[in-house]
């Protein structure tokens, strides 16, 4: 059961709730997010919850039986929507493209990539500073200098920026500079680092593990709502299993069930989901249809000569002809539903 107060709740009314609950043995964790004063309730009995709703204090009060509470669409049926200001928002009924270089390598490669984005009307841009990488020998990130680099191109262009951020210590130092902390797919269940980021005021998109269940993205999401952000996005970036022939098997039936089961926006990453640069158009559009709010994909002037995964970086070309088809399906689908 979740309970949602009144932010002018009283001393008064607040203790005649608190007597209900005690009264009928129901525990609850208190959550205070950025907007919201909640109260998570674990019921093991038969309880009208009618005699809650009908209390001064409470605002809305709902009965979820999932075991992620906040983040269930069980009591939050209107989806939620990621305001990252300038007109920028990420929500339901639209498709937001996000794109960019794997790793940010040098200012001229921004230069480009971000004339590139001008170009096709993309407001936020994705490129790694810290870079998770399977060989400590490989690239690794240009770090804070490249950030700051980053965030002055992007801003001179009203451009917002979605980076990966690997670690607790790192999260002040690029707060000023980053609109979207991202969550990669090893630290999806890196639990210090997930409360970390509940305590701030931004936006954060959670990767699903490499070999993480649709409950365990749900979960992990849980956790920084819990701590005190709601301003969460859900990225399905396939997952790992027996099959080889390409980089990780994308999960499609992932995209309805997380609309089905959550109301956080659900982003798509086909660049890492199918890890082949000619597939990865065929993988943006059919998670489109599938329901996705949006993508997220990996761009480069010379793939061949990314720092890092230029077997799955788009060319501009290629880029250029992924915006248009999606622009296309787009406005057919508005159209339909019109």
Known sequence: MIIQLHKNCTAKERNALDYLLVQNKIKTVEINTQSNHYLVCIVTKE????HIGNLACVKDVHRVTDSYKLVSRQWKVNPTKIDLGDGVVIQEGDFTLMAG??????????????????????????????K??????????????????????????????????????QIREMSDYVDIFQVGARNTQNFNLLDALGEIDKPVMIKRGISGTIDELLQSAEYIFSAGNEKLILCERGIR??????????????????????????????????????????????????????AIVEIHYEPEKAYSDGQQNLSFEEFRSLVKKVNVLVELFLKMES
């Open 47 to 50: 309880f009208d919850i009618r």
């Open 101 to 130: 270089p794997c790793s940010i390598e040098s200012e001229a490669q921004v230069e480009r990539i971000v004339k590139e984005l001008v170009k096709n009307n993309i407001k936020i841009m994705r490129g790694g500073v810290y």
């Open 132 to 169: 998770p990488r399977s060989s400590p020998y490989s690239f690794r990130g240009l770090g804070i200098d490249g950030l700051k680099m980053l965030y002055a191109q992007c801003r001179a262009h009203s451009i917002k920026i979605i980076t990966e951020v690997m670690q607790v210590t």
């Open 241 to 294: 299993t027996f099959e080889n022939a390409y980089r990780n098997t994308f999960d499609i039936n992932a995209i309805p069930i997380l609309k089905e089961k959550s109301h956080l926006p659900v982003i798509a990453d086909p660049s890492h989901g199918i890890g082949i640069r000619k597939h990865v158009e065929k993988i943006t559009l059919a998670s489109l249809v599938a329901g996705a709010d949006g």
